[in-house]
């Protein structure tokens, strides 16, 4: 049977929320220098959430010439 991929992680406090609160997406706007001192708070632009993915191990390849 395999394990799920939200158990798989070491840490699950870790995993990217895709939805911000409102606080989070000023003090996001803020760093892309997108925010206006005044604007109001209530319709704010979209702000991108990146998602990390976690991709498989690569496998070595064993050189054949050595053996």
Do not use: C, H, Y
Not at 3 to 19: G, H, I, P
Not at 47 to 62: A, C, D, N, Q, Y
């Amino acid at each position: 049977m395999s394990l799920d991929k939200s158990l798989k992680s070491k840490s699950t406090l870790v995993r990217a929320r895709n939805v911000l609160k409102r606080a989070e997406r000023i003090e996001k706007l803020k760093f892309e220098d997108r925010w206006v001192e005044g604007q109001g708070a209530l319709g704010l632009p979209k702000v991108r959430v990146e998602k990390i993915s976690i991709g498989k191990k690569k496998k070595k390849k064993k050189d054949e010439d050595e053996e």
